[in-house]
């Protein structure tokens, strides 16, 4: 047993970018379309989906079965090598996002954790580790933007050999 | 002057079928992932994306700068050729949707018009006219997943010679 506390740090794209997009309104780049009716907020996310297997992009929603509340012990971690994957609530509420590199063994050392502000979204680039969804309500909802296709998509990697644990 | 009262329909997979995708929990086909603390409604939208012309999906966000209530004028629908684009309230609002068929000519009494029911996205397929988004409250923020490369991607069409109005 190690024991690595992982302190919540606020979820900006400054700080999440070796990781992937956030996904928000706040300092986006957008512009008027429809003749200034709607206003656009651009790009905020690339989708990554491989294109030489075959693979597509996808919209599903998960929810949760259980809840979650902190601190939070990570037991597992996992990667999909062939396409981003992107989580928004479909309605406001705050997210614990905890993730590591792209690499085949990727050190405790280097996870980090975020929390999101409730209207954030996130985007994580192909590759990134990342602990799976977790809520702190049941049933809620969230979308979810990523790959379908042929070939195996997810790496899990158990961290039970390290107490890990996410706290204010 | 034509004039068409287009009558608002519930939103239904299967009434909305010949123009793309309704992106809800009821009735989708769903499974437990990581080992059974999330539940994933699979692939209830096929993001759409010319690959020919080098395009990719992207994440955006959308909102009004002004609101629209029933009885309302349409007056322009547009197409996107080379990608599907989904619309996703980011937080419970209705939807009023106009949408005709493909085609280089719409015929104007071939729209037709949907309410949601607050919680439910909409996808249209590659090439489905739609009305652009209407929102019943400003600022009101709609995810937007849809293409951006190169080519024009955009057609609009003026429907001012009609007389087109959606209401209940």
């Not at 309500?137 to 809620?140: E, L, S």
């Given at each position: 047993m190690t024991g690595i506390r992982l302190r919540l740090e606020p979820l900006t794209r400054a700080a999440f970018a070796p990781f992937g997009d956030v996904i928000e309104i706040d300092g986006a780049r957008h512009f008027p379309i429809n003749g200034g009716t709607i206003e656009r907020y651009h790009d905020l996310a690339n989708v990554e989906i491989d294109s030489e297997s075959g693979g597509r992009a996808i919209i599903s929603i998960m929810t949760c079965n259980e809840t979650a509340s902190l601190p939070y012990r990570v037991r597992v971690i996992e990667r999909h090598p062939r396409g981003s994957q992107a989580f928004i609530p479909m309605s406001p509420i705050r997210m614990i996002i905890v993730v590591a590199p792209p690499g085949d063994d990727p050190d405790p050392a280097s996870l980090r954790a975020f929390m999101s502000d409730g209207e954030q979204g996130v985007n994580y680039r192909a590759g990134v580790w990342h602990m799976p969804l977790i809520s702190e309500?049941?049933?809620?909802a969230y979308l979810i933007v990523d790959r379908a296709g042929p070939g195996d998509n997810c790496d899990e990697l158990s961290l039970d050999a390290h107490e890990i644990v996410v706290d204010i």
């Open positions: 309500r049941q049933d809620h």
